[in-house]
């Protein structure tokens, strides 16, 4: 299916986007939000089940203390109000992978609420108000087998793993993001970012967009610009990365601008997000007829956390993402323009952590910021995502500053790392990186590039010793890269000068 | 019949404490019974014969080792079918669940076999324990042993019947809106509904989660006393359970027991009384009010205003509540399902599962549930139901602010007729009027047999409500009037019941 979209800057002269994000973050707890089910998922389907995650006849919900300690310090540190008195609800409606055919969720009544976050775009600081933030839990996966699109439709058969079915969820949910303007796609992506990092920084999620520990719904709706009025909004689902984010947000903004002014009308609706071809298509509709007929959850008491309590929380909070930013800016010597770089690429906690693993900062971000960003954007994962850690890369950094591999040979062995061939020192090891600092292996073939290249040598013994970058090169292609570049020249000259 | 079944629960212990019987004889002489009469009552819908010896076995072999667990050792009970019991059906009288084996016990069955109790069987109800005559198990009605044509009462019928039939000394039944106390009330029989989380409801397949209560069903109060003690208390499965230790109900029966009711200020309810309460009924009632006066007892009349819109909110509350519990019951996990012609997908199968395993009563409750709840009518029904049990619990308040305990007649009639008010779905749910409130306040309630009505010759019952947490009040209230009544009458009311035809087993045979 083509969508009709309307060139990007024509949208922004026509229409003011209003921006919604519900992240849905599960929590790292030991055990499930109302069982003692291990919160884990993968490992044999349905072997992490009991009667309540199950939803037997007669089993009964007791709340994890542990899920509702992780929602209050989220809550915390987005700057919510924390609720003296909530209560779960039903939210009912039948699916396969729902054991009882209702979510245990909280409705009208979320542990938090009001809250904010500043997010920096570009150097610039956007306010996104936090309308709530929810405790539920997590359903069952279906897996469809026999269809070419592993989607219901057209498939044999469906197989259903519970062991997901009641991990806890914490879903936040901003307000509308109004005035945002051309910058929506980027302020949504960086919402989803930083809000990853503050998870990440609770420790209370693992917080991997590509493992589903982190979900996004992106909500978005269009106004004649300047008329205030909000249009009808779609809700694209799981946006499984912040590149996505920012893509669905423009492709959306694309596609009801295109439509607004052909003169329809947006239908409610929600809709899948398609990561290779980066559209989106229509899901099912939302319209009022859709009742979840909420109701509070009677097998559970009230959740009533003590004001000494919330307070004790408060005071595990890691540091607030801007102060953070601003020391570790100080700390590292980045210039705002490296620092607003390496924050706009979702890279802080990895330079962090990279650094923490002995690379010095400008190493760190040299590597995260140049190869691993352009390895990311070719493969469309963000970088977090990318199957490398930061210790190794402070020991890919390491190995340079060690001489056992020159820069080229580095990529080399990030390359290896990504591909899955082990650590840095195995992939030198397998692939045979390491440089040649050998005087005699290289004596040789030094001498071999002088007799090669007797009108360069002359150069070199007339005093033009920028000419030594030519025998240099020739040596380098002789020892297939592997040699040190800087002994290489030392050799050179040691041999035509003096 | 054996001598055996005619004995009380205490009874049964003692002579097992006293190495007169062993756990072995009288479950054997129980299930000899159930297999003699049950024909006739159908109060069971699966006995475990095999499983209750084995109990039984290991009871006696306990005992000889001087290691019985508690006074109940070895005296075998019967529990209703919404109580789930690991490697034995549970049905909730349900086509939607016939034939599923849970793989786990109730916390109440878990305190029962912890006790030593062996399980004679899952006994019969209203489906899902929607009903008030147990009509509406989809496996046939439980008649009522005081006579076969008339109904044991529900959704508890099956457990209220199987203690009146001596098929049982001990049952467990559970307590909607009246399930225990009403059966109770027209099998001539005590039931006892706790206060609300004071029993655990974990593997208690749930009707109504804020309505529910399992309690005991019994031939006397000290009985019920006694089982109520084993499966009461704290559980942590159930968040909705009480935290606290709780007085001896043994030990209240006991000391009730005395017939001494001086100082005790009684009130009877203004509202459970008037047009469409039996004659037989009332007058029965009133001697019962009589006795507890010439016992010593203050008794005052109480109004509790709200209580007339006790059935309403009642009608609305439960049903939400239900239209959401059985949502589960969707084919694709355990139970019963029905395939559509073709290539269904998996929503056809769950309509269709659900259109061939449920009941008329329980679609028409699930119908008015899920209407109940939805968008725009919420607030009009279900909300402004929960305002109303809020004044009906305030009525409760202010009513034990003058008095100790509250009595009325359990139910407004004795038992009616099969299929009587099969038809007549609001006829029905009446029966219920004076039971229900107690639900919506989960404040305990027991319900003793007080004599025949003369119009039928069937037993009416005798309510008795208690503050919430003051259980042990209904067993010293409900044991004194037990105690009066018996002398007045010269033994068990249950002496007057027919002998049960085909259960023709000689005297003393055990």
Same mark, same amino acid.
């Given at each position: ?324 930013? @601003?020391?570790?800016? &100080?700390?590292? #010597?980045?210039?705002?323009? *490296? $620092? /607003?770089?390496?924050?706009? =690429? +979702? ?118 010793? @920028?000419?030594?970058? &030519?025998?240099? #090169?020739?040596?380098?292609? *002789? $020892? /297939?890269?592997?040699?040190? =570049? +800087? ?12 | ?510």
């Amino acid at each position: 299916m083509t969508e009709t979209l309307m060139a990007y800057d024509d949208v922004l002269a026509a229409y003011d986007p209003a921006l919604g994000l519900e992240v849905h973050v599960e929590l790292n707890t030991a055990s499930k939000m109302f069982c003692g089910c291990p919160a884990e998922f993968g490992g044999e389907p349905n072997a992490g089940v009991c009667p309540t995650c199950l939803g037997l006849p007669g089993a009964m919900p007791v709340v994890n203390g542990k899920a509702v300690e992780s929602a209050i310090r989220i809550g915390l540190a987005l700057n919510c109000q924390i609720a003296e008195w909530c209560r779960f609800a039903r939210k009912n409606y039948f699916y396969p992978d729902m054991p009882k055919n209702f979510q245990t969720s909280q409705y009208d009544e979320p542990i938090a609420f009001d809250g904010w976050m500043d997010v920096d775009v570009d150097g610039e600081t956007f306010r996104v108000e936090i309308e709530r933030a929810h405790m539920e839990e997590d359903t069952g996966k279906s897996l469809h087998v026999g269809g070419a699109t592993g989607r219901i439709h057209g498939a044999d058969h469906s197989l259903v793993d519970y062991n997901r079915a009641g991990i806890p969820l914490i879903e936040i949910v901003t307000r509308p993001i109004l005035g945002a303007g051309e910058r929506a796609p980027e302020v949504a992506r960086a919402y989803v970012a930083q809000l990853r990092e503050l998870i990440v920084a609770l420790g209370v999620s693992e917080a991997r967009m590509d493992q589903g520990n982190l979900r996004a719904d992106v909500n978005l709706s269009l106004s004649p610009k300047g008329s205030g009025v909000l249009g009808t909004r779609t809700e694209t689902k799981n946006v499984n990365s912040f590149r996505s984010v920012e893509r669905a947000v423009r492709y959306e903004m694309q596609r009801h601008a295109a439509i607004l002014s052909g003169g329809g009308s947006i239908l409610q609706e929600t809709r899948h997000w398609h990561e290779d071809t980066g559209i989106t298509t229509s899901g099912r509709a939302k319209s009022d007829a859709e009742d979840y007929r909420y109701f509070p959850e009677p097998d559970l008491v009230p959740v009533a956390p003590s004001r000494e309590w919330v307070e004790e929380l408060r005071g595990t909070l890691p540091e607030n993402p801007t102060a953070r930013r @601003a020391r570790l800016q &100080a700390e590292w #010597g980045f210039s705002d323009l *490296e $620092m /607003r770089d390496t924050v706009g =690429a +979702g890279a802080l906690g990895l330079v962090e952590e990279t650094i923490a693993a002995g690379a010095a900062p400008q190493a760190a971000r040299k590597w995260w910021l140049g190869e691993l960003a352009r390895r990311s954007n070719e493969d469309g994962v963000d970088l977090v995502d990318l199957p490398i850690t930061p210790t190794d890369v402070a020991r890919v950094q390491a190995l340079v500053d060690e001489k056992v591999v020159n820069d080229k040979l580095a990529r080399q062995v990030l390359e290896g790392v990504l591909a899955g061939e082990g650590t840095p020192d195995e992939v030198v090891e397998k692939r045979g990186l390491a440089v040649v600092s050998d005087d005699g292996a290289l004596g040789a073939a030094v001498d071999k590039a002088i007799a090669a290249n007797p009108d360069v040598a002359d150069k070199i013994r007339d005093g033009k010793v @920028a000419a030594a970058g &030519a025998l240099i #090169g020739a040596v380098m292609k *002789e $020892m /297939r890269g592997q040699a040190d =570049a +800087g002994r290489v020249r030392e050799l050179i000259l040691e041999k035509l000068t003096v | 019949m054996s001598e055996t079944v005619r004995r009380t629960a205490a009874e049964l212990a003692e002579a097992l404490a006293a190495g007169d019987v062993t756990s072995t004889d009288l479950t054997e002489a129980h299930l000899d019974r159930i297999e003699a009469v049950d024909g006739a009552v159908h109060a069971f819908l699966h006995v475990d014969r095999d499983g209750a010896l084995a109990q039984a076995a290991e009871s006696d072999a306990r005992r000889s080792r001087g290691e019985a667990r508690g006074v109940l050792d070895g005296v075998p009970i019967a529990v209703k079918d919404v109580l789930t019991t690991r490697g034995l059906p549970t049905t909730c009288g349900s086509r939607i669940l016939e034939g599923w084996v849970p793989p786990y016990d109730a916390t109440v069955v878990t305190r029962l076999r912890d006790a030593g109790l062996p399980i004679l069987g899952k006994t019969n109800m209203d489906e899902f324990a929607m009903g008030s005559s147990t009509e509406h198990s989809a496996y046939g009605p439980t008649r009522n042993p005081w006579d076969l044509d008339r109904i044991p009462g529900g959704s508890g019928g099956g457990s209220a019947a199987a203690v009146a039939a001596f098929e049982a000394p001990l049952a467990i039944g559970t307590d909607t809106g009246g399930s225990i106390r009403q059966p109770g009330a027209v099998t001539g029989t005590v039931g006892v509904k706790p206060t609300y989380g004071g029993v655990s409801r974990y593997g208690l397949v749930a009707l109504a989660n804020s309505l529910d209560q399992a309690g005991p069903v019994t031939r006397t109060v000290l009985d019920a006393a006694m089982l109520h003690d084993v499966i009461g208390g704290h559980d942590p499965r159930d968040s909705t359970s009480i935290q606290q230790e709780w007085p001896s109900f043994t030990e209240a029966a006991r000391a009730g027991a005395a017939g001494d009711m001086t100082g005790v200020r009684v009130g009877v309810i203004t509202e459970l009384a008037g047009d469409g309460w039996q004659r037989g009924v009332m007058a029965r009632f009133d001697e019962s009010v009589e006795l507890l006066v010439r016992a010593g007892a203050e008794v005052v009349e109480v109004s509790c205003p709200s209580f007339v819109h006790a059935l309403a909110t009642y009608y609305l509350i439960l049903p939400a509540e239900a239209s959401s519990n059985l949502a589960k019951f969707d084919a694709m996990r355990y139970g019963l399902r029905v395939v559509p012609e073709g290539d269904p997908s998996a929503e056809e199968v769950m309509r269709a599962t659900r259109d061939a395993g449920f009941g008329d009563e329980v679609k028409r409750r699930i119908i008015l549930g899920t209407y109940a709840l939805s968008s725009g009518y919420y607030d009009a029904y279900y909300g402004q139901a929960q305002k109303i049990r809020t004044l009906i619990s305030r009525d409760f308040d202010a009513a034990f602010a003058q008095v100790d305990v509250l009595v009325s007649p359990t139910a407004p009639t004795t038992a009616f007729r099969l299929g009587e008010k099969l038809d007549d779905p609001m006829a029905m749910y009446l029966n219920d009027l004076a039971t229900i409130p107690a639900n919506l306040a989960g404040v305990p309630g027991i319900s003793i047999p007080n004599g025949l009505a003369e119009e039928d010759g069937l037993p009416s019952g005798f309510q008795v409500l208690a503050p919430a947490l003051a259980d042990d009040r209904v067993y010293r209230v409900g044991a004194a009037l037990e105690a009066l009544h018996t002398a007045a009458w010269g033994g068990p009311l249950l002496d007057k019941a027919p002998e049960l035809a085909g259960a023709a087993t000689p005297e003393g045979s055990r």
